[in-house]
T-cell receptor, first 116, second 113 residues
Framework: GAVVSQHPSWVICKSGTSVKIECRSL??????MFWYRQFPKQSLMLMAT?????????EQGVEKDKFLINHASLTLSTLTVTSAHPEDSSFYIC????????????FGPGTRLLVL | AQKITQTQPGMFVQEKEAVTLDCTYD???????LFWYKQPSSGEMIFLIY??????QNATEGRYSLNFQKARKSANLVISASQLGDSAMYFC??????????FGKGTRLHILP
C-alpha cells in the first residue's frame, strides 16, 4: 500500500525557535497534501491544503505566517512552525492524496511537537 | 458547511462481540465520500473503510462494514467479532468536493477480555 512518512517523529524545542516537519509520499506522487493538528484527546483539525507548485490554502483561523508550508515537489511538503510557543505543542499529521485517485488519502505517522 | 457527528465518546465491548460505532453527517453536496479511520495510541491514522455517496451497496472490508443510510445521513461502522487489538480511537470523516476531509470528534473503543 501507499506509504507516507513524516520526519521527525518527535521534536522538543525551546520557545522562539522554528521547527520544520517533512511529509513525504514514498511510492506515489501527490499533487495535494494536507496538514492537520491534533491536540490531546481531540479530533484532527485541518490546518491547510498544500498544492505542489502553488501557495497553500489555509483554513480559517490558521496563521499562514506562523505555519509556513512549502510543497516543492510531487513527493514532499514541509510545514515550518515559526517562532514556536508552548501553545503550538501538538501532534501534527500530514496526509497525501494520490494523484488521480480521489477517494483515498494516506496519512503519515505524525510528528509530536513539544515547545518548552 | 459539512459536519460529522459522533455521539459516543467512549464504548466498552466484550471481546468477540460485534460493535457499532455511530456516525451522522451533514452536507448539502451531492457528491461526497465517507471514511472511517482507526487511531491507536501510537497516533497513526489507519484507513479502515470508504463509502462513496453514489455507492449503492454498503462497503465491507474484512471485519469492517459500513452501514450507509443516505436518507438518514448516517454511516455507522460495524466491527464483527471484536478483538483486543481493536481497542483504539475511531474517527468518522467526510470528504467534500474540494477534497478536504473533515473529522468527527471520535469514539474511544475499549475491548474487554
Amino acid at each position: 500500500g501507499a506509504v507516507v512518512s513524516q520526519h521527525p517523529s518527535w521534536v522538543i524545542c525551546k520557545s522562539g525557535t522554528s521547527v520544520k516537519i517533512e511529509c513525504r509520499s514514498l511510492d506515489f506522487q501527490a499533487t495535494t497534501m494536507f496538514w492537520y493538528r491534533q491536540f490531546p484527546k481531540q479530533s484532527l483539525m485541518l490546518m491547510a491544503t498544500s498544492n505542489e507548485g502553488s501557495k497553500a490554502t489555509y483554513e480559517q483561523g490558521v496563521e499562514k505566517d506562523k505555519f509556513l508550508i512549502n510543497h516543492a515537489s510531487l513527493t514532499l511538503s514541509t510545514l515550518t512552525v515559526t517562532s514556536a510557543h508552548p501553545e503550538d505543542s501538538s501532534f501534527y499529521i500530514c496526509s497525501a492524496r494520490r494523484t488521480g485517485v480521489l477517494q483515498t488519502q494516506y496519512f503519515g505517522p505524525g510528528t509530536r511537537l513539544l515547545v518548552l | 458547511a459539512q459536519k460529522i457527528t459522533q455521539t459516543q465518546p467512549g464504548m466498552f465491548v466484550q471481546e468477540k462481540e460485534a460493535v457499532t460505532l455511530d456516525c451522522t453527517y451533514d452536507t448539502s453536496d451531492q457528491s461526497y465520500g465517507l471514511f472511517w479511520y482507526k487511531q491507536p495510541s501510537s497516533g497513526e491514522m489507519i484507513f479502515l473503510i470508504y463509502q462513496g455517496s453514489y455507492d449503492e451497496q454498503n462497503a465491507t472490508e474484512g471485519r469492517y462494514s459500513l452501514n450507509f443510510q443516505k436518507a438518514r445521513k448516517s454511516a455507522n461502522l460495524v466491527i464483527s467479532a471484536s478483538q483486543l487489538g481493536d481497542s483504539a480511537m475511531y474517527f468518522c470523516a467526510m470528504r467534500a468536493p474540494d477534497d478536504k476531509i473533515i473529522f468527527g470528534k471520535g469514539t474511544r473503543l475499549h475491548i474487554l477480555p
